[in-house]
């Protein structure tokens, strides 16, 4: 390798094998031209995540031009490469695909897809849109096959995080070579904790704004149910904790619940004791996780002859199909739309500027005030 090479210098900082791969890289792109990268992976030998993550690396160096599907050569003599199909320069976003991954495509995250695709038919991108399931045990091998066969330029998705693949699930994420960005889910990689892109509600301010609204109307208990298997409710539950202690409530002296999902045989029963629960603590407000089991216990309190807003107030969280329900709940609703439009323009922001800081985004969610609350009576 001579000291002009492309890949002079590069030895150092990593190894032989991978030196030796990216010289080939270069090499083909002299002789062929602008390649894709099935083509690149097919000939190099090498998985189309390996050949992703050298692209990048000599995209940073100012060596290569990404253009749509594929990579080009840059040259000292050569004028900016531009994409064939739209014609934009080697920033452009025109053409670029993002996959898309979330655990659900019939409650929440439809409309957190929607304002995806919106945003992406903005900036002339286009969306792949996958789902999993709140039972998978391991999302990598599906975002695999939406990196090596749809050739995406970029990921948001909303993965597992507690199950016992999801730390190497992550970590192979940060290693892909372009943007990722995690929808409702934060996560920090290597040993110096760097955090990963993210778009996320502030769940624990909107639990706290229920409880503030309940408190406003008079309610001095105020309990919380919260949907056993949902990574959202350890954030509405900090939020309930930090509120009642906030208004000087007594959070041990009220309904703290966790209930399974409609497919548990013992749900029922979980919902009956959380207003037996209510009647010895003498609790008259509720903030419920999510929707689903908010239009459950108000339908179990009419099975008791117990009014809602007479005999408890109920805020629903989520404002999925709250205001559908008689009577329309109160809720709060987080920004889906928001938050996948956020996503893609995070994104967008990191191919234009791929040296840029790591950005976390928070936003708030609001709350609609409807007709299941009312001050507790006298």
């Not at 789902?131 to 999302?139: I, L, P, Q, V």
């Not at 008079?218 to 149910?225: E, F, N, P, S």
């Not at 999510?290 to 009014?307: G, K, M, S």
């Amino acid at each position: 390798m001579t000291k002009d090479s492309p890949t002079a210098g590069m030895a150092e900082a990593r190894g032989p094998l991978q030196v030796a791969r990216r010289q080939q890289l270069l090499e083909a792109l002299q002789r062929d031209g602008a390649m894709r990268i099935s083509d690149l992976s097919q000939a190099l030998g090498a998985a189309p995540v390996t050949i992703r993550r050298d692209i990048a690396q000599l995209a940073a160096e100012g060596l290569v031009s990404r253009v749509h599907g594929g990579v080009a050569l840059i040259t000292p003599d050569d004028p900016p490469i531009t994409d064939e199909a739209t014609g934009a320069g080697p920033d452009a976003l025109g053409g670029r695909t993002l996959g898309m991954l979330v655990p659900s495509m019939d409650y929440y995250w439809p409309d957190v897809a929607r304002g995806a695709e919106e945003a992406a038919r903005e900036l002339d991108m286009r969306v792949v849109l996958r789902g999993s399931s709140y039972d998978t045990e391991d999302d990598k091998p599906q975002l695999a096959r939406l990196v090596e066969r749809m050739a995406v330029d970029g990921l948001i998705i909303a993965p597992r995080m507690d199950a016992p693949t999801s730390e190497r699930t992550i970590e192979w994420l940060d290693q892909l070579g372009f943007p990722v960005v995690l929808l409702e889910r934060t996560a920090a990689v290597g040993s110096h904790h760097a955090v990963m892109e993210s778009v996320v509600t502030d769940h624990a301010l909107g639990a706290a704004m229920a409880v503030r609204h309940l408190t406003s109307l008079g309610h001095r208990k105020v309990g919380l149910v919260v949907a056993a298997n949902s990574p959202t409710s350890q954030h509405v539950r900090r939020g309930w904790l930090d509120a009642t202690a906030e208004c000087g409530l007594d959070p041990n002296a009220t309904v703290a619940a966790a209930v399974p999902d409609a497919r548990a045989p013992e749900r029922d029963t979980a919902l009956d004791a959380v207003l037996r629960q209510c009647q010895v603590t003498g609790t008259t407000a509720l903030l419920v996780h999510a929707d689903p089991e908010a239009i459950a216990l108000v339908q179990h309190c009419e099975e008791r002859h117990l009014t809602v807003p007479g005999d408890v107030s109920i805020v629903a969280y989520d404002d999925e199909v709250a205001e559908l329900f008689s009577p329309p709940l109160t809720a709060v609703r987080p920004p889906r739309r928001s938050i996948g439009r956020a996503a893609v323009r995070l994104v967008a922001d990191r191919l234009t500027d791929p040296e840029r800081p790591a950005h976390r985004v928070v936003i708030s969610p609001s709350l609609r005030v409807r007709e299941s609350t009312a001050p507790p009576r006298a």
